[in-house]
């Protein structure tokens, strides 16, 4: 059973930093990478970071570029999103996700099998 457990979100204000944690068990890496996406309401979910669990390459939308980092700790099964300058449209609710992807299909979220609940992040003016 697979199980992904998100944490570290909260209220901030615009400019401050954030960082998410992803915590997975469970899973053997039959896929290959691991995700962030946010969706905010009545917006569908959007791939913001990728990270390739073998090789380390990871990929990000340009909303997010020189802003956000996504790193993983293989000892301990965690994957982050180091999130700095946040702005208020960074507002929403932040899922990990894990499965096998590629460069041009990870940002749709129905490339992913495994989720976590989320985790509310909320930038305010």
């Known amino acids: 059973q697979v199980q992904l457990v998100e944490s570290g979100g909260g209220s901030v204000q615009a400019g401050g930093s954030l960082r998410l944690s992803c915590a997975a068990s469970g899973y053997t890496h039959s896929g290959n990478s691991m995700g962030w996406f946010r969706q905010s309401p009545g917006q569908e979910r959007e791939g913001i970071a990728v990270?390739?669990?073998?090789?380390?390459?990871?990929y990000y939308a340009d909303s997010v570029k020189g802003r956000f980092t996504i790193s993983q700790d293989n000892a301990k099964n965690t994957v982050y999103l180091q999130m700095n300058n946040l702005k208020p449209e960074d507002t929403g609710m932040y899922y990990c996700?894990?499965?096998?992807?590629?460069?041009?299909?990870?940002?749709?979220?129905?490339?992913?099998?495994?989720w976590g609940q989320g985790t509310q992040v909320t930038v305010s003016s």
């Open positions: 996700a894990a499965g096998r992807s590629g460069r041009w299909t990870w940002r749709n979220w129905r490339t992913f099998n495994y």
């Open positions: 990270i390739y669990t073998e090789s380390g390459t990871t």
